[in-house]
């Protein structure tokens, strides 16, 4: 029963360079989201879906970019990473409107 | 916009000791509240969640929540912490379409021996 799953665990990036943070779930869940965690500042919302096509903005959504093609994925793409990307990324998946979230273990990512 | 305030940022209760974290929202109608924690290098879990009916919930690993809509206040509460309790405890709110979670910035709770 694998759930949520990110990957890569871990990434090492250099300035400038480009990037695809993967995220899937085999829970058939329309709704996810994905989350920037930085010390202090809890888990802020960057993008999120509501079905396959269709996306929306969260509170910390410039630099980074999304689609959602299927049910199951959620990519978030950083175009030309920046040293304040660096962060851990959580994705989340809902089953619908106001219902809990189940989480991924999270991508640490850092930006040199 | 919808908010939610954990006043402390860091607690630290004796093992055996009873526990309080703290939880503020902001919403106009009735919220959808949940509470998370969150262990060391791992994602986040669920511990509980109140959608409407009685305002006492329970959750996982003997914890409770006061929905308190006078006070509008969530408050997360444990009779007798254990060492392992120790983690981030996140609180987190619908927001008003229903279509994200809106999350505290998080109580870190220690426990000592």
């Known amino acids: 029963n694998a759930g949520v799953t990110q990957t890569p665990k871990f990434q090492v990036l250099k300035t400038g360079q480009s990037m695809t943070l993967q995220c899937a779930q085999d829970m058939n869940h329309e709704y996810m989201s994905w989350y920037r965690q930085d010390p202090g500042m809890g888990l802020r919302l960057i993008h999120y879906?509501?079905?396959?096509?269709?996306?929306d903005q969260g509170e910390v959504p410039n630099g980074y970019n999304v689609s959602r093609s299927t049910t199951e994925d959620f990519p978030l793409r950083l175009l030309s990473a920046a040293p304040s990307q660096t962060s851990v990324y959580f994705c989340?998946?809902?089953?619908?409107?106001?219902?809990?979230?189940?989480f991924g273990q999270g991508t640490r990512l850092t930006v040199v | 916009a919808q908010s939610v305030t954990q006043p402390d940022i860091h607690i630290t209760v004796s093992e055996g000791a009873s526990l309080e974290l703290r939880c503020n929202y902001s919403y106009g109608a009735t919220p959808y509240l949940f509470w998370y924690v969150q262990s060391p290098g791992q994602g986040l879990q669920l511990l509980l969640k109140y959608f409407s009916g009685d305002t006492l919930v329970q959750g996982i690993k003997g914890f409770e929540a006061e929905f308190k809509r006078s006070q509008s206040s969530f408050n997360l509460r444990k009779p007798s912490v254990h060492w392992s309790d120790a983690a981030e405890y996140f609180c987190a709110v619908g927001n008003q379409a229903g279509t994200a979670l809106i999350f505290g910035k998080g109580t870190t709770l220690s426990v000592s021996s």
């Open positions: 879906s509501v079905g396959a096509g269709i996306t």
């Open positions: 989340a998946s809902r089953p619908g409107r106001n219902t809990e979230a189940f």
